[in-house]
């Protein structure tokens, strides 16, 4: 049934919830009345009540939670005072408003109903708890107490919620409900039940398999030993990369020096024979440090092959690229699975490894050591080699040195 009062009601709650409300009601909006009030009136369709007393609990199912607007706490009351005043302005009976606000306030969850139309309203506002969508309507009012700040619940804690709610608070009252919604309610509660006992079993089991790990973590030395052994490694790569960029840092700066300041003194040593032997041992000692930088830098070629019986005596690492390098897939092959069989030969593969690229880093740094000596040497030693042959030729000058040849100059034009 659908009488002017009514769609006049319906209008006027759908403009009040669109100005007033609060965003945060996600749960207690117009899309929640509207269910109630579907629900009233299938509970009415049901049973033997007459059409006054039906628009009476249809027009409070419209107007139970407008209160809504104005507070969350005693919302009950906000709503009979919002309904008197509309419905005043309609002109509707005072038995009637009053018989309206006692179905509005038989909504209070904690108070039992007592009339037939409280009955209606109540299971109708708690509808959902025996419908399908149940869990999409329960996860809607735990977010809407979460954002308003009211109470924050785990998934956990909303399950005992929840059931704790079907189970023991809620229960419905009309013989339609009783027979077509307590059904549903009890799936719900054993979804839920069943959901709380997955969950719980889930929890342990991972606290099972942290208590495990934790405990295989402190008896069981392996981790330990792969961390040294990725740690170490790490850092002697790392070293090695150190030591090649060092090397090709002077390789280059030699070269520089060469190619460019040398080009301008060998052009000058026929007309300054004095500058001969510093430029000598000037260059000397930069080819000399230029050939060790290549030496440090020089990677040993191995034979890159190993017998199976290298393998079973466990003489070969199998880590390093150059002892296999040359071998044929399928024998490679071969050599890893015996290598992964047997914990220690894994280990002393790794300590191998560890220990020649340990010999290689000593070898590299000695030779750097050595070759940034020698640039030093080199650099002090030119430097006072060329004051002294400058000194002891008091005729020459610094800037005829350094200009360009007579033959380089032009010609000035006539």
């Not at 191998?352 to 650099?379: A, C, E, Q, S």
Request: glycine share 2%; with cysteine; aromatic share 10%.
């Amino acid at each position: 049934m659908k009488t002017d009062l009514i769609k006049k009601t319906e209008d006027f709650v759908f403009e009040l919830f669109k100005n007033e409300l609060d965003n945060s009601f996600i749960y207690h909006n117009y899309t929640h009345t509207k269910r109630v009030v579907k629900s009233t009136k299938e509970i009415i369709e049901n049973s033997k009540i007459n059409v006054n007393d039906a628009e009476i609990v249809i027009l409070a199912s419209w107007l139970h939670d407008t209160g809504y607007t104005k507070c969350r706490e005693g919302h009950e009351e906000e709503s009979v005072k919002i309904a008197t005043q509309f419905l005043k302005s309609q002109n509707v009976a005072e038995d009637k408003i009053e018989a309206i606000n006692k179905c509005i306030m038989a909504t209070k969850f904690k108070d039992s109903p007592n009339s037939e139309l409280e009955k209606i309203i109540r299971d109708a506002d708690a509808s959902h708890f025996g419908k399908k969508y149940f869990e999409e309507a329960s996860e809607f009012l735990r977010k809407e107490l979460e954002i308003q700040n009211i109470k924050k619940y785990s998934p956990t804690e909303w399950l005992t919620e929840n059931i704790d709610v079907l189970a023991n608070k809620h229960q419905f009252y009309t013989d339609y409900a009783l027979k077509n919604w307590e059904k549903r309610k009890e799936k719900n509660l054993g979804s839920l039940i069943k959901t709380k006992k997955k969950r719980k079993s889930k929890i342990e089991t991972e606290k099972i398999k942290a208590k495990l790990k934790t405990k295989y973590k402190d008896e069981s030395p392996d981790r330990g030993i792969q961390s040294f052994y990725r740690i170490t490694l790490k850092n002697h790569i790392k070293l090695s990369d150190i030591a090649d960029t060092k090397a090709n840092i002077l390789l280059s700066v030699n070269a520089i020096i060469i190619s460019v300041v040398l080009a301008n003194l060998i052009s000058k040593l026929d007309t300054n024979p004095y500058l001969t032997l510093p430029t000598v041992i000037f260059t000397l000692f930069c080819v000399v440090s230029m050939v060790l930088s290549i030496i440090a830098t020089r990677p040993n070629v191995t034979r890159g092959e190993f017998t199976k019986e290298d393998v079973r005596n466990k003489d070969v690492n199998l880590t390093f690229f150059g002892n296999f390098h040359r071998m044929k897939l399928e024998d490679y092959e071969w050599a890893i699975s015996e290598l992964i069989q047997d914990r220690d030969y894994i280990y002393s593969s790794l300590t191998k490894d560890l220990y020649f690229l340990g010999k290689v880093l000593d070898r590299k740094y000695r030779i750097l050591r050595v070759t940034y000596t020698v640039f030093m040497v080199g650099i002090i030693t030119s430097l006072f080699a060329f004051a002294y042959a400058v000194k002891t030729h008091p005729t020459a000058d610094i800037e005829d040195v350094l200009k360009p040849d007579a033959t380089e100059q032009v010609a000035p034009v006539k």
